[in-house]
């Protein structure tokens, strides 16, 4: 099992960018997906998330910004950034929490290679 994220790149300060994750391989349910970023010098904060039922949580500081949505059909998970400023430049990284086995009912926490978003002031 795997997370894909995609869509990361350089903007202006107040533009949008959209990133998506997409899971593949085995999997049988995807319980909670989140958004994640760091950046350098900085520990690793949780951006946002949702459930798979679309219940929906974010860092207070992207709130009203960013918003975060899931295709379950798919397993995909997008979050769309908008009014982006200079200090949400980072790293982001897709996590989910992934039952891929149908010997083994739990979870696996699962993480994305990762996807850079650079904004301009």
């Known amino acids: 099992v795997q997370l894909q994220a995609s869509g990361g790149g350089l903007v202006q300060a107040g533009g949008s960018l959209r990133l998506s994750c997409a899971a593949s391989?085995?999997?049988?349910?995807?319980?909670?997906m989140n958004w994640y970023r760091q950046a350098p010098g900085n520990q690793r904060e949780l951006v946002a998330g949702i459930t798979r039922g679309g219940s929906t949580n974010y860092a207070e500081s992207v709130k009203g910004r960013f918003t975060i949505s899931r295709d379950n059909t798919k397993n995909t998970v997008t979050l769309q950034m908008n009014g982006l400023k200079p200090e949400d430049a980072a790293v982001y990284y897709c996590n989910a929490d992934i039952w891929s086995s149908i010997n083994n009912p739990t979870f696996q926490n699962v993480w994305g290679q990762g996807t850079q978003v650079t904004v301009s002031s």
């Open positions: 391989g085995t999997i049988i349910s995807i319980r909670t």
